[in-house]
């Protein structure tokens, strides 16, 4: 059973507009969330994280808002560009135990039309 | 500086042979991860190295899976008697401290099994 869920595969986006990445988890262990972003042929790059304690955090043209009760996060990026067109993968970890590898949803492909 | 270093980047091989995946990690990181990615899927964990301690082998699929982690840095992931389910993408990563802290992925090794 997927513990980390991204229900949409694909995103389309006119440049200019808000890009929203939406991420469910079922864990409530779970007290760390990041962001990957991928290219093709490239391994994941890591975009921008938040801790449980927190319900959003922002970078730049990032921002990642956290809803602890509804075990929900999304990423939004404004305003998104071409070279936002890639595959998001969001991660999660809990601190409880010994775990230390990220649990990935499946991703979702955003293209960002000029 | 340099980031992790994954080799091959592509290998094909015949279903029943041994094949041995190789990752460099940051210098200085102490924890190493593998992961793997199957065609439309997420990435999935396959196992975890943090400094000395025992690695985490939970994620191997089967006992046909292995790892190393030689002197604390260079990993070899080798996948004896390979079937075409094998067939992905392997990722390593590698990050400073593990449970939660980023991970810095390695551009992968494609492996087909044919």
């Known amino acids: 059973d997927q513990q980390v869920k991204q229900n949409s595969p694909s995103l389309s986006v006119q440049e200019g507009r808000i890009s929203i990445l939406n991420c469910d988890y079922t864990n409530s262990m779970f007290d760390y969330f990041l962001w990957y972003k991928k290219y093709p042929a490239e391994g994941p790059t890591f975009l921008i994280s938040?801790?449980?304690?927190?319900d959003k955090n922002e970078d730049g043209r990032f921002t990642v808002f956290l809803n602890k009760s509804a075990k929900h996060l999304s990423l939004h990026i404004v305003p998104s560009q071409p070279g936002d067109s890639a595959v998001y993968f969001c991660a999660a970890i809990g601190w409880g135990g010994s775990q230390g590898n990220l649990i990935f949803g499946k991703g979702t492909k955003l293209s960002v039309k000029p | 500086g340099a980031g992790v270093s994954q080799s091959p980047s592509n290998k094909v091989t015949e279903k029943g042979k041994d094949v041995e995946l190789r990752c460099d990690p940051i210098s200085g990181h102490t924890a190493l991860y593998w992961y793997r990615q199957s065609l439309g899927q997420g990435l999935e964990f396959l196992i975890y190295?943090?400094?000395?301690?025992?690695?985490?082998k939970s994620g191997l699929p089967s006992d046909r899976f292995s790892a190393e982690r030689t002197g604390g840095s260079v990993s070899t992931l080798t996948i004896q008697r390979t079937q075409q389910e094998d067939s992905a993408v392997y990722l390593c990563a590698s990050s400073l401290q593990g449970a939660g802290y980023e991970q810095y992925f390695g551009p992968g090794t494609r492996l087909t099994v044919t």
């Open positions: 190295f943090q400094g000395n301690s025992a690695p985490d």
């Open positions: 938040i801790s449980s304690i927190k």
